[in-house]
């Protein structure tokens, strides 16, 4: 999960790139003519592997780690014999200086539910390396909006299952995982209050959202605000396939507002990565979802695919870069530019 560094924003945090020049005109929505963001102006890496960016208070690597995958039988074909596996993959990211793991209560089918906070806590409780600071590993759990989540205390108590489950204290992000505004405007002011009170609480370092459009993410800010709880970021799907209109005014408005943006599915599940194609689908659910898809997106992966080769990356590595330097290109594209030289 890749974290598009926040442009310009007039309340951003402070990032490695603070001293290069700014994108946007600070605190308009607008997006007339932004020069590119600082990221897209320097050379070398967009991030080296010591440099975090700031989500709220805390300072997180730039790329994430997601956990969906971790008890889900029905779409990823997980199953508990991995477990020793995907201890040594999540060590390894730590070791490496990925600090931001995302997970959510609703992860994991049937009886393995929360199966993938419950792993975490036991791989941050057996991480052989020092965690001494709340810093050193951040988890961003995600509570589910469902209908029998009707007041605010629920909610909390939502927050503390999860809390035992990973067997912490404290959250770094607690994220509402999606909105109910279209169909049940109610519970969604009591899941908003129920941030409020787990931040109150000191239950949660950060508060963030999930799969807010533009228009309620700045209801939910400007809510939050008023109960003196800053909302510190916005999970949205973020890929090479999903950038439309409506994704890049919500980077907007997060580079307004100081929100920072959390990129969620950014290799397509898995469609992006060169893995599969009509006559290698995935096993379950996605293989009908990518035999749809996956036909119209053949000079896209040709291409990805033709910059992989001469670069000598994975096509997963070049997603990424073009996902990252996407914001940027977006914007140059409207003033007669194009995407990024590889
Ligand atoms: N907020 C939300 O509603 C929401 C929704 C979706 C996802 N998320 C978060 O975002 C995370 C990532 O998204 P995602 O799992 O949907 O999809 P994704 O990251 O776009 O794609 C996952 C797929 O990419 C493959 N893959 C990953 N890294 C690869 C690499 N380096 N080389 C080749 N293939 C690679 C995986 O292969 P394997 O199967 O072989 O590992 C898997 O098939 C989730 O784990 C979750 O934390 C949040």
Same mark, same amino acid.
């Given at each position: 999960m890749a974290l598009p560094p926040a442009a310009g924003a007039a309340a951003a945090p402070v990032t490695p790139f603070a001293a290069q020049p700014r994108g946007h005109g600070g605190g308009g929505l607008r997006r007339t003519s932004p020069a590119p963001p600082a990221a897209a102006l320097r050379l070398g890496p967009l991030f080296w592997p010591w440099e975090k960016v700031k989500v709220g208070p805390l300072s997180v690597s730039p790329m994430g780690f997601g956990t969906w995958a971790w008890g889900n039988q029905l779409l990823w074909g997980y199953q508990e014999s991995m477990d020793s596996e995907l201890q040594e993959c999540f060590n390894l990211a730590l070791k490496n200086g990925i600090n931001l793991f995302d997970t959510a209560d609703s992860y994991g089918t049937g009886k393995l539910n929360g199966q993938s906070e419950r792993l975490l806590g036991r791989f941050i409780r057996e #991480?052989? =390396?020092?965690?001494?600071?709340?810093?050193?590993?951040v988890i961003a759990t995600k509570f589910a909006a469902y209908p029998w989540r009707l007041t605010s205390g629920? #909610?909390? =108590? +939502?927050c503390k299952s999860s809390l035992e489950r990973l067997q912490l204290d404290r959250l770094g992000i607690g994220q509402l995982h999606w909105s109910t505004a279209n169909y049940a405007p109610l519970q969604e002011r009591a899941l908003w209050d129920g941030l409020v009170e787990m931040y109150e609480k000191g239950l949660v370092r950060a508060v963030g959202v999930s799969n807010y459009g533009p228009k309620q993410l700045l209801k939910i800010h400007s809510y939050l605000a008023s109960k003196g709880v800053p909302l510190s970021s916005a999970q949205v799907q973020f890929s !090479?396939?999903?950038? *439309?209109?409506e994704q890049m005014e919500l980077k907007t408005v997060c580079d307004s507002l100081g929100i920072r943006?959390? +990129?969620?599915?950014? !290799? *397509?599940? *898995?469609?992006?990565?060169g893995k599969y194609d009509a006559s290698n689908l995935p096993k379950g659910p996605r293989s009908v979802l990518f035999r749809q898809i996956l036909p119209g997106l053949e000079s896209l992966l040709s291409c990805l695919r033709r910059i992989a080769e001469k670069k000598g990356k994975t096509m997963s590595q070049v997603v990424f870069s073009c996902t990252q330097y996407n914001y940027a290109s977006m914007h140059r594209a409207n003033d007669g530019g194009g995407m990024p030289e590889f």
């Open positions: #991480f052989e =390396g020092p965690i001494k600071s709340p810093d050193d590993v629920q #909610f909390v =108590g +939502a !090479l396939l999903s950038m *439309g209109d943006l959390i +990129a969620y599915s950014p !290799l *397509g599940l *898995g469609m992006l990565t």
